[in-house]
């Protein structure tokens, strides 16, 4: 089921930009926009599972809207957004509890992946930081939840298909499809095409050969 998402951020046109680039990640459903911490905490949904909050605002800033955000959302998952990549900031924003930290100066790729790896429940700060360790594959319970959309994305790429070319057969656009591959490794614990491709047979997810898979 498709994730609500929620911009906290007091710049319409920031929100606004941010809408634009969110919107196209496949895990995306509603969106929600607020200015402050105060307008968050008083939207009615209660469902929303991410939380992109700009660091930076007038009256209570983002760090310290935390708390209260956890409270109103208890199952959503906060990412903080900054103007500043200052390692003081982000080792800050960890140290808070925040599950993410973004530069404002992130590309629309690297926000699309940040959103990925906050959905698969992973942290995701810059990799000046510490880095995220990937997920053993067979970690959780049974097989990966991967959507069926991204089950069409694996079996093409396990048969060797470029992002270019998977993005042609199903009708995507190259981003949309490495936002799916993205997810697609981070669900099997894997993070190179090959690996995909043994994590998957592992797990009856596909059943060519291995000589198929791409080299």
Not at 113 to 119: F, P, R
Not at 194 to 200: E, R, T
Not at 204 to 212: F, I, K, S, Y
């Amino acid at each position: 089921m498709p994730a609500h998402l929620l911009l906290v951020d007091d710049h319409t046109l920031f929100r606004t930009g941010l809408r634009l680039i969110v919107q196209d990640h496949p895990g995306v459903g509603p969106i929600s926009e607020a200015g402050s911490i105060a307008q968050a905490c008083a939207l009615p949904q209660r469902d929303v599972r991410l939380i992109l909050l700009d660091i930076q605002m007038p009256g209570m800033n983002g760090l310290d809207g935390l708390r209260p955000l956890r409270d109103a959302f208890t199952s959503a998952r906060i990412v903080l957004v900054s103007a500043s990549v200052a390692p003081d900031a982000v080792r800050e924003s960890r140290a808070r509890g925040a599950d993410g930290f973004l530069p404002k100066s992130a590309s629309g790729e690297d926000i699309l992946e940040a959103i990925s790896l906050a959905l698969a429940g992973l942290p995701c700060f810059p990799a000046a930081s510490t880095p995220v360790p990937p997920t053993p594959p067979g970690a959780g319970q049974g097989a990966p939840a991967l959507t069926a959309r991204q089950l069409d994305v694996l079996h093409l790429l396990c048969a060797g298909k470029p992002n270019k070319v998977i993005a042609r057969d199903l009708g995507l656009s190259e981003n949309t499809v490495r936002v799916h591959v993205a997810a697609i490794f981070v669900q099997l614990g894997v993070n190179s095409r090959s690996a995909a491709l043994l994590a998957a047979q592992r797990l009856g997810l596909v059943h060519w050969p291995v000589a198929d898979a791409p080299h």
